[in-house]
């Protein structure tokens, strides 16, 4: 069985964040590392976020979870540990994920809502993966983006 670290990078809606912690904990992540103004479980007075609550429907119990300020220093350490970094991003590099076989130790990062994943982190990334889009929109919402690249990679 694969090991899975998700990596919500700078994600805006405490709604997709919720939505996000019930699809890892559907699928066997291991961990979720929220990253700069990603909305954690908690509010700044460390009390349950009952509009969190509502979308994860309690996931945040059962799936662990840490902040970190910074995506950089993370992704250095989960690398020193041996896992592969995927980025899910359109870029002309990605891959398709449905072509792509997952390593045992894996880390996803998904992006922003807006502006995706930085290129700094593209940068550190072992590969970049792609949902190929058959309609006319672009992108999807980050937590469907999510859903479809955990389950095809787990």
Do not use: H
Not at 16 to 43: E, Q, W
Not at 114 to 122: F, N, P
């Amino acid at each position: 069985m694969n090991e899975c670290v998700l990596i919500l990078d700078n994600i805006r809606s405490v709604a997709n964040v919720g939505s996000i912690f019930r699809t890892a904990d559907c699928l066997g992540v291991s961990r979720v590392i929220l990253i700069g103004t990603t909305p954690t479980p908690l509010d700044r007075f460390r009390r349950k976020r009952k509009d969190f609550i509502k979308v994860s429907l309690g996931a945040e119990e059962y799936v662990k979870w840490e902040y970190k300020k910074e995506i950089g220093l993370a992704i250095k350490e989960l690398k020193s540990k041996k896992y592969k970094i995927l980025v899910l991003e359109q870029d002309k590099t990605s891959k398709d994920l449905k072509k792509f076989k997952a390593p045992k130790k894996f880390v996803l990062v998904v992006g922003n809502e807006v502006e995706g994943v930085s290129k700094s982190v593209l940068n550190l990334a072992d590969t970049i993966l792609e949902i190929s889009m058959q309609g006319r929109k672009e992108s999807m919402n980050v937590s469907v983006s999510a859903g479809i690249a955990l389950f095809n990679l787990l």
